[in-house]
């Protein structure tokens, strides 16, 4: 199943307070790390999608008028 926006973004904040915390190992670190940047990516794309569907609602909108 694939995250929501949200449901990708609390598992970021979640993670960088873990990485804030100093109580991990090297190991996890890099671990999380990744899972992070995955994270970032996925939130990333879905801002960018959604940025696609709403210029395209304006402009359609625009060329009704």
């Not at 694939?2 to 991990?24: F, G, M, N, R």
């Not at 990516?41 to 359609?60: G, I, M, S, Y």
């Amino acid at each position: 199943m694939e995250l929501t926006y949200e449901q990708a973004v609390k598992k970021l904040e979640e993670i960088v307070d873990k990485l804030e915390s100093s109580e991990v190992t090297l190991e996890e670190s890099i671990a999380l790390f990744e899972e992070g940047t995955k994270l970032a990516e996925l939130c990333n794309a879905k801002l960018n999608t959604a940025e696609q569907k709403f210029t395209k609602l304006v402009n359609d909108a625009a060329s009704q008028e």
